[in-house]
């Protein structure tokens, strides 16, 4: 079956902490992963993907094949990164690449 | 470049009457996804369209419907309203070249059937 899992539904930290928001999935094949961000009173939007290797925003995520696993890291937590987390993944073109699954998310909450 | 419309906001229905709900894309943007939002959980993939064409359903039944047109706007269609069918939607646009991997999203329409 095919699940993506965020087994922590909301996540503290105080600004200038390490942040690392997990994710999990379950797809046979080759899917690709995203992350997505919503801020408050804001739409979803992407934040990034694995096959990009980019860091944006200070964020960077490492696809793991082996362990399923596609964490979302930064080394040292702003307020402003205080948002909504969704981890989602998409099968490849020839595998019913239309399809998105989303996580239930996680809400990143930065103290002071 | 405009962002993803939806219509109406807020939207408030009976059980068993008909809704829809209406998407914008942002121009050039071929592909559409609809989502439906519950509370508290992620975003649940309910279809893509392609070229006015569906090309990708997920598991909801058949009384969810869509309709995309050629100018970039598209509808999705509940029918037999249900209780459990409050939730926010949300439509998605890609655009080609991408193999309508980035979505766009709309801010989405909150409907509450009583």
């Known amino acids: 079956a095919q699940r993506v899992t965020q087994p922590e539904k909301l996540l503290s930290v105080f600004k200038g902490a390490p942040v690392e928001l997990k994710c999990n999935y379950s797809y046979s094949g080759s899917p690709e992963l995203f992350w997505y961000v919503q801020y408050s009173r804001q739409r979803l939007q992407l934040l990034l993907r694995?096959?990009s290797r980019e860091s944006i925003k200070g964020f960077t995520a490492d696809l793991n094949k082996g362990e399923t696993s596609f964490h979302l890291k930064k080394p040292f937590a702003q307020e402003e990164d205080s948002a909504m987390y969704y981890c989602?993944?998409?099968?490849?073109?020839?595998?019913?690449?239309?399809?998105?699954?989303f996580g239930a998310g996680t809400r990143l909450f930065v103290k002071a | 470049e405009t962002g993803v419309t939806q219509s109406p906001t807020h939207l408030i229905k009976t059980r068993g009457q008909q809704v829809t709900l209406r998407c914008s894309s942002q121009s050039g943007h071929n592909t559409v996804s609809w989502y439906q939002q519950a509370l508290g959980q992620g975003p649940q993939f309910i279809f893509q369209?392609?070229?006015?064409?569906?090309?990708g359903r997920g598991n909801f039944p058949p009384r969810f419907s869509g309709l995309q047109f050629p100018n970039y706007s598209s509808e999705l269609n509940v029918n037999a309203l249900e209780l459990d069918d409050s939730a926010l939607y949300l439509c998605?646009?890609?655009?080609?070249?991408?193999?309508?991997?980035?979505?766009?999203f709309g801010p989405g329409t909150r409907l509450t059937v009583l």
């Open positions: 989602a993944l998409k099968g490849g073109v020839y595998t019913g690449g239309f399809k998105t699954i």
């Open positions: 369209y392609y070229r006015e064409e569906e090309n």
């Open positions: 694995h096959i």
């Open positions: 998605a646009s890609s655009r080609p070249g991408q193999g309508a991997r980035e979505q766009f």
